[in-house]
Nanobody, 121 residues
Framework: QVQLVESGGGLVQPGGSLRLSCAAS????????MAWYRQAPGKQRELVAT???????NYADSVKGRFTISRDNAKNMVYLQMNSLEPEDTAVYYC???????????????WGQGTQVAVSS
């Protein structure tokens, strides 16, 4: 089994900052891509940022210049630093990882349970 556990969500005022963390654990051989998605009420889940092992980050246009994704490969962790938050950033944020498991040897995508981010005055 593989588990992805997010933390760091909460309520913040517009213009504020939050840092989300996600820890991947379990039957992991190697992680290829880690990413953050979000889903606002009544909307589809959308990609926020993604980072392949050894690669450069990619961002949705709506968060470029405000959000930064980073990884600690040794700890199987991914972070999302969110600055200049706007009410439109309010959503449940999900961690996602594409990885190989040890036994059985398989490549699959996994999701965390989500963490709520609310931006409001």
């Amino acid at each position: 089994q593989v588990q992805l556990v997010e933390s760091g969500g909460g309520l913040v005022q517009p213009g504020g900052s939050l840092r989300l963390s996600c820890a991947a654990s379990g039957n992991i051989l190697s992680i290829n891509v880690m990413a953050w998605y979000r889903q606002a009420p009544g909307k589809q889940r959308e990609l926020v940022a993604t980072m392949r092992t050894g690669g450069s980050p990619n961002y949705a246009d709506s968060v470029k210049g405000r959000f930064t994704i980073s990884r600690d490969n040794a700890k199987n962790m991914v972070y999302l630093q969110m600055n200049s938050l706007e009410p439109e950033d309010t959503a449940v944020y999900y961690c996602n990882a594409d990885l190989w498991t040890r036994s059985p040897y398989r490549y699959n995508t996994y999701w965390g349970q989500g963490t709520q981010v609310a931006v409001s005055s």
